[in-house]
Structure formats: structure tokens, C-alpha cells
């Protein structure tokens, strides 16, 4: 016992001087003397296994290099917040609530610039954390984020709580960034552009040791989900999580009035610069939560939120060449090329000019100096020409008349802005198909950049898509390759081989068919069974197809009208790339009884999984959606219900059982 009891006293005072280091800055030992206190931990654990703590900082350390990290299913979704650019537009957002008859009271709060996460709790211990990912599925983080000390293993409360979800932002603040790209340089290493890429990629280590090294912090935002706790409001919320270990977002305001609101924001921003870490705007909350629960969410964001963006920082500079870009579909897309800036946290040296409409109605010329700023605090973009500055040795761009990659000819596309190169073999139209068709929205082929691409198609090792799956038969000359290692190349066959057994609406989407975006693909592989299905289909078969308009079916019939697109799935196919939906659900209606009515389903039901529930509402013309708003018609529930129950009893919506959707309803 006196081990155990040695190592209990390791665990709270080396818990105690990581609270004054991370959280006080006001640390009373040296880092000698605190490397050598979890040495010694560290040891004692080793040796005596059954007394390790759950909250022991050793869990912090890291634990070994994961392979990929696993897929997560939020529970509740992951949204992202609805912009406001404008007062104008907070003022719009207030009327919205105004006309649900609610009496609003606002927290103001800073946006954090950061990657958001969930963590979870289980009996107040950390068992998962996990990453937004596209809002409904994430990936599992956990042991990366165990390495953030101010992240609780156990919750720091007497009380058990079965279950607690929370979402917060995790960031890396401006001296850390500042080191971490000074060791960079030192060590000849590529430095991150700014501390939000730093903390992502800091994050989404496949080893926890690196991440532990990075200095990542967290903020709280919101708790998302509590059992055997009621709370009323926001603010009592972030009290309590406050005081179970957290660090949560400041609140700045807390008002009734919107004019007050935008006060706040001004002070946010007048202050900006001086903050440890980056912002990139302010967020506005409803701090009453049976208020949020009235408004609900659309199918993106919530309706009690918004964020607001401050005006982007602009810098001048001077442009040195203008040059043009070949797409996919062969359209040019000319680009200037100016002195680097440093702009809302990262350096650029280039920003698109769109086409020439934009760059004549403007008169952007090579040697001007203009204005840069970044769209949304991300795309570069060039603001203004300052032509009082202009010295006589400006020099006016024109479209070329011959493809710059295939020197095929250019001609201006009827009643539209944009040039085209008409080369059917065109290196810049196939290199950027080939882009898109390796991008990780599409087939998701980790290691085929943009100039691993080019450089394949310049030893022609590759020509079109179906050939990225035989590059396993040329290992010998891609080792030959500079900048391709044995491990590096071992990684892009793994990745090619294990893009075979993707949904089949990945592969539609990275076929590049015009104006078949990411969700149309989707909604094509969740209506079709495979690809001969959708081959054969025709123009009224894409239509019936809920949102499916009729450009898109004229398009994707037309595509595969193609001789070159049949023999291109035909190779795909020998190849082994899947042609078969996995989302199918042959959802094709067989009555209207239940047409305008939306579903949620709360609990388990004896005979029947919630999927086949949901193909019998749909197939009844019925909608089912995953959160309780005042948009909800009933709330089918089975044993042992969630929080959706006292939701909808809250919201006056219909309750019912599945005796009485089959009887009542159906029948």
C-alpha cells in the first residue's frame, strides 16, 4: 500500500504544479524538477499497474502511433454557425427571433480561431474525443487530445455524471506558433502559414507524442448534452463546466439589446490584436436554452446562433505577372502573381482575377499596385487598384490566342465571359482531372498531390484516371522518381488500393460530370443500386429524384452518352473500383399517407432497426429528420428514450409509439 499511496501523491501534486504551469502561469518548480517527479511516476506505474490513476498525467505523455484514426457517428450533429458581415445582418438575425415571439437575452462570446471537437464523458471520465469532420460522422482523436492539459481526464466535481458531451476549440496561441516555427526553420522543415493550420495539423497526428509536444490549448463553447443535470441558461452552464476543469470561452456581454450586442463586438475587435491567440470573429448566442430549443436548427446551423465576421484586413502590394490556369473542363482562369503579404495570418503571393470580364472592368494591370485581402478570412482576392499610384509602366493583360500547356487553340465561350482551350488531349485539363478525381471529397488518394500529378504525367506514367489504379505495376520506376521514398510510395498504393471499395457516389463525383456536385452524387448513389442502374437511367428517372433538377439529369445522361465515359467505367470496373451504392435504399414511394409530416426517432424498438423505420416513413412520403424542432410533427419513441423526449414535450409536439404510426397512421 505504500506504493499506492506514493503514487497518489505523485498524481496530485503533479497535477497540482501542471494547473500553476498551463493554467496560472505561475509555476514553483523548475521543468527539471517536474520531469523528474513524472520519471518517477512513470516508473511506479510501470512496475505497479493496478494502482495507475485515471486522472494520472503520464495518460498525457502519448500513447503509440495509430495507423488512421477511426470514423465517429456524432450523436448530435456538428454544425457550423450561419455569417453575419454586416450590423445589418445581426439586426436581421434579431427580427427573426422577434417574430418566434421569444424575448431574446444575448451572449456575446470571442470566435476562437481553431479546429472544433466533442468530447466525451462517461461517469466523469474522458472516453472520446473526436473531430467535426462533415458535422454527422468525425474522426477519433482521443489520445491526441488526452496530451492537453486542459482538457480533464476526470471531471474535478463530486457528483457522477453518467454522461456529458461538450464542444470546444482547440487552438494554439501566438507564442507557441512563433516557436514551433522557429524549431521548423532551424531544423530546415516547412513552417505552418498560421497558428490554425499549426493546431489542425498539430491535431491530426497519427503519433500523440508529436501532438503532446505542440502546446495545444482548448476552449469550451457550448455543452452539448448532460445527464442527471437540468440547467436553464448558457451562462450556468459554462459556470458549471468551469468548475468541472474546464477552460471555457469568455463571456464578453450579456444583454437583452442587440445595440449592446454590437457594442461588444466593437470592443472585441478593438482589442483584437492583443489577444494570446487568433479570433476570426464574434459569436452571438441565445443564452435561454428552452429559447434555442424553440428555434431548432436548419439542416447546417443553428437558428439561436450566428457569427459574426469582422471586415477582412487588406494590404497593398504591387502585382508582377498575370497568368492563366487550365481547368478541368479546359476553361482559363487568369491569376495575378504579386509581391508576398502578410494577410489575416498567413503570407500569399497570389489571388485569382475570375476572367476577363473582372479584370477589364477593373482594369487590373501588370505593375499596379492594388489592395489584397482574403474572402472570408481565407480566399485571397484582389480589392482595388490604387491607379493615383500608377507610374506610365503599367502593362494590360490579354487572353492568350494558343493554351499555354498544349498550345491548342483558345476561343471565348458563347454568351459567357470565360476563354476555352479546345485541345481534346490537353496536360492542364487531364492534370487538373486527375486532381479532382484523387481529392479527398472524391476518391480520397492520399499522396497524389497537385505536383506529384503533373510529375506522373510528364513521365507519362499516367494519361487518364483508370491508369492511377496500375501505377502498382510501375513500383520500379516509381522509386526512381525524386522525392519518392519506399515509404512514400507504399502509402499512395495503400491509398489507391483501399479508394477501390468507396460509395459509389465518390467515384460520380470524381468523374467531374458538370454540374454534378458532391450532394447530387450522393443523392444519385441513394437512388440507384449501382452504376449500370445509372447508366441506363434517363432524364425523367433523375428528376423524379427530390431536388434533382433537370440540368443536372440533361448532364449526367448526356455524360454517360459518352462513348469515352462507358470505357473508361469498363476499365474502372476490371480494375476492381466499387460499382455498387452502399447508401441504396430503394426508397421509391408506395403511398403519400404520410406526405408534409416530419418524424424524429427516439430509443430502440423490438423487431425493427431505426433505418427500416425510416425507409417506412419515406417510403410513405414521410420525412425523418435527426433533431427536434418546432418544424417536428411527432416523435416516434421507443424504450429507453433520449433527451428528444422532454424536447417535444417541451415544444407541444405529438408524441407517439409504433403501434400507432403502423395503426393510426399507415392504416
Known amino acids: 500500500m505504500a506504493m499506492k499511496k506514493r503514487i497518489d501523491e505523485l498524481v496530485e501534486l503533479l497535477n497540482y504544479h501542471s494547473r500553476k504551469y498551463h493554467e496560472e502561469d505561475s509555476p514553483i518548480i523548475s521543468d527539471y524538477d517536474y520531469d523528474m517527479l513524472l520519471k518517477e511516476l512513470a516508473e511506479l506505474e510501470q512496475l505497479y499497474p493496478m494502482y495507475k490513476s485515471d486522472s494520472s498525467p503520464t495518460l498525457r505523455i502519448g500513447s503509440q502511433p495509430l495507423k488512421e484514426f477511426a470514423k465517429v457517428k456524432h450523436e448530435i450533429q456538428m454544425e457550423s454557425l450561419s455569417n453575419a458581415f454586416t450590423y445589418d445582418d445581426l439586426y436581421a438575425f434579431h427580427e427573426r427571433i422577434l417574430k418566434e415571439s421569444i424575448k431574446p437575452e444575448y451572449v456575446l462570446e470571442k470566435k476562437i480561431d481553431g479546429l472544433s471537437v466533442s468530447l466525451e464523458y462517461i461517469n466523469n471520465k474522458f472516453v472520446r474525443g473526436s473531430t467535426r469532420g462533415d458535422g454527422i460522422f468525425g474522426e477519433d482523436i482521443t489520445n491526441n487530445l488526452k496530451t492537453i492539459p486542459y482538457i480533464p481526464?476526470?471531471?474535478?466535481?463530486?457528483?457522477?455524471?453518467?454522461?456529458?458531451?461538450?464542444?470546444?476549440?482547440?487552438?494554439?496561441?501566438?507564442?507557441?506558433?512563433?516557436?514551433?516555427?522557429?524549431?521548423?526553420?532551424q531544423n530546415g522543415d516547412k513552417e505552418f502559414a498560421n497558428p490554425r493550420n499549426a493546431a489542425a495539423g498539430s491535431l491530426r497526428q497519427l503519433d500523440p507524442k508529436v501532438t503532446a509536444r505542440r502546446n495545444l490549448k482548448i476552449f469550451i463553447f457550448n455543452l452539448q448534452k448532460i445527464q442527471g443535470i437540468d440547467f436553464d441558461t448558457h451562462v450556468q452552464t459554462l459556470d458549471f463546466l468551469h468548475n468541472a476543469g474546464f477552460e471555457t470561452n469568455e463571456i464578453v456581454r450579456v444583454s437583452e439589446n442587440i445595440s449592446d450586442i454590437i457594442s461588444g463586438i466593437e470592443e472585441i475587435q478593438s482589442k483584437r490584436l492583443s489577444y494570446k491567440h487568433d479570433i476570426d470573429g464574434a459569436v452571438i448566442k441565445l443564452n435561454n436554452l428552452s429559447d434555442r430549443l424553440i428555434l431548432g436548427s436548419t439542416a447546417k446551423a443553428p437558428r439561436w446562433a450566428i457569427a459574426y465576421k469582422y471586415p477582412p484586413e487588406q494590404k497593398e502590394t504591387v502585382i508582377k505577372d498575370i497568368f492563366v490556369q487550365v481547368g478541368r473542363s479546359g476553361v482559363l482562369t487568369p491569376n495575378a502573381e504579386f509581391d508576398p503579404v502578410f494577410v489575416s495570418g498567413s503570407r500569399i503571393s497570389r489571388a485569382t482575377l475570375h476572367n476577363m470580364d473582372f479584370i477589364n472592368s477593373n482594369d487590373i494591370r501588370v505593375n499596379d499596385h492594388v489592395l489584397i485581402q482574403k474572402a472570408g478570412d481565407v480566399i485571397p482576392e484582389v480589392v482595388k487598384v490604387l491607379k493615383d499610384k500608377r507610374s506610365g509602366n503599367e502593362i494590360k493583360f490579354n487572353m492568350p490566342n494558343k493554351c499555354p500547356l498544349c498550345k491548342s487553340d483558345v476561343i471565348k465561350m458563347e454568351d459567357k465571359a470565360a476563354y476555352k482551350c479546345i485541345g481534346i488531349n490537353c496536360i492542364g485539363q487531364i492534370s487538373r482531372r486527375l486532381e479532382h478525381f484523387c481529392s479527398k471529397e472524391a476518391m480520397d488518394i492520399e499522396g497524389l498531390s497537385t505536383a506529384a500529378v503533373e510529375k506522373f504525367l510528364d513521365l507519362k506514367l499516367v494519361n487518364n484516371i483508370s491508369d492511377i489504379y496500375d501505377l502498382h505495376l510501375k513500383k520500379d520506376l516509381l522509386i526512381n522518381i525524386d522525392g519518392f521514398g519506399k515509404k512514400s510510395i507504399e502509402k499512395l498504393l495503400t491509398a489507391i488500393e483501399k479508394s477501390k471499395q468507396n460509395n459509389i457516389d465518390r467515384l460520380i463525383f470524381g468523374l467531374g460530370i458538370k454540374h454534378i456536385g458532391k450532394k447530387a452524387s450522393s443523392l444519385i448513389a441513394d437512388n440507384f443500386s449501382n452504376m449500370d442502374e445509372i447508366i441506363s437511367a434517363d432524364i425523367n428517372d433523375f428528376t423524379s429524384i427530390d431536388t434533382f433538377g433537370e440540368i443536372m439529369a440533361k448532364s449526367i445522361v448526356g455524360y454517360f452518352k459518352n462513348d469515352d465515359a462507358i470505357e473508361l467505367i469498363n476499365k474502372l470496373k476490371i480494375q476492381g473500383i466499387n460499382m455498387e451504392s452502399q447508401s441504396f435504399s430503394n426508397t421509391k414511394k408506395i403511398s403519400e399517407k404520410l406526405s408534409g409530416k416530419t418524424f424524429v426517432i427516439t430509443g430502440s424498438f423490438n423487431g425493427h432497426t431505426r433505418d427500416e423505420l425510416k425507409q417506412i416513413i419515406s417510403k410513405n412520403g414521410g420525412n425523418v429528420t435527426d433533431s427536434i424542432s418546432k418544424k417536428t410533427d411527432y416523435l416516434l419513441v421507443g424504450e429507453n428514450p433520449g433527451s428528444k423526449l422532454s424536447k417535444a414535450e417541451i415544444l407541444g409536439i405529438r408524441i407517439i409509439n409504433i403501434e400507432e404510426l403502423i395503426s393510426t397512421l399507415l392504416y
Open 153 to 185: 481526464l476526470i471531471l474535478q466535481i463530486n457528483e457522477i455524471i453518467p454522461y456529458l458531451e461538450v464542444r470546444g476549440e482547440v487552438y494554439m496561441d501566438k507564442e507557441s506558433f512563433k516557436k514551433i516555427n522557429e524549431i521548423a526553420a
